[in-house]
């Protein structure tokens, strides 16, 4: 078991595994969800990237074969739990554009604070919580089993104050709102 996962950490082909891989579906637990709906004013709008029977039960949701990173976000409150690896980067980078528009936005990752992404997402998001302990996803599996993440997990914020689901973990305030999209770089740089 220990050499399986050992295996598996050190496995590109795994981290590089598609979007519709079975192993995507991790679905997000109630105490986490509950205190994410509240941040978000008690509803969340639209779920981009989800199962057809929206397990997060939002207003408006995403599922494959729709490619929900493709279609419009336009929504007053967005939650965002996308799929795992390297496939995350065109949904965080859709959570930032959602948050620069003006959406209030929670995004749900892993807390691999040393990737080019985590680092992308930090230049906008304005708060920011480390969830205590190993997520236990709700993971639809033959045997039913709920199994702790392998990675530490975060909330990242656009437009919302996660310091209000600080009973999840340690929240900070980033910045009061995302920098504009319109950023003037002086000639000559
Ligand atoms: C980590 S799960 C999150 C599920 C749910 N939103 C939740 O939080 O419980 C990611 C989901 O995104 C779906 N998915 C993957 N690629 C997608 C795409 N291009 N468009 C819409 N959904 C997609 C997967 O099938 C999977 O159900």
Redesign the pocket.
């Given at each position: 078991m220990a050499t399986e996962l050992a295996l598996f950490r050190f496995d590109n082909e795994l981290r590089r595994r598609p979007?519709?891989a079975e192993e995507?579906?991790?679905?997000?637990p109630a105490y986490v969800l509950d205190p994410v709906r509240a941040v978000l004013g008690g509803r969340i709008e639209l779920?981009?990237?989800?199962?057809a029977d929206n397990?997060?039960g939002a207003d408006r949701f995403?599922?494959?074969p729709?490619?929900?990173?493709a279609l419009p976000w336009s929504a007053a409150t967005v939650f965002c739990?996308?799929?795992?690896g390297e496939a995350r980067v065109r949904w965080v980078r859709r959570c930032a554009e959602a948050g620069a528009a003006g959406s209030r936005v929670v995004l749900l990752v892993p807390a691999h604070t040393d990737t080019r992404i985590w680092h992308e997402a930090m230049t906008s998001a304005t708060s920011l919580l480390f969830i205590k302990g190993r997520v236990k996803f709700g993971l639809p599996r033959a045997n039913g089993r709920q199994v702790a993440a392998s990675h530490p997990s975060a909330l990242i914020g656009w437009n919302v104050d996660l310091r209000q689901a600080d009973q999840l973990g340690s929240a900070f305030l980033l910045r009061d709102e995302p920098p504009s999209a319109h950023v003037d770089i002086p000639l000559g740089l």
């Open positions: 979007e519709d995507q579906v991790h679905l997000t779920d981009p990237c989800t199962t397990p997060v995403y599922a494959l729709d490619d929900g990173a739990n996308p799929p795992y």
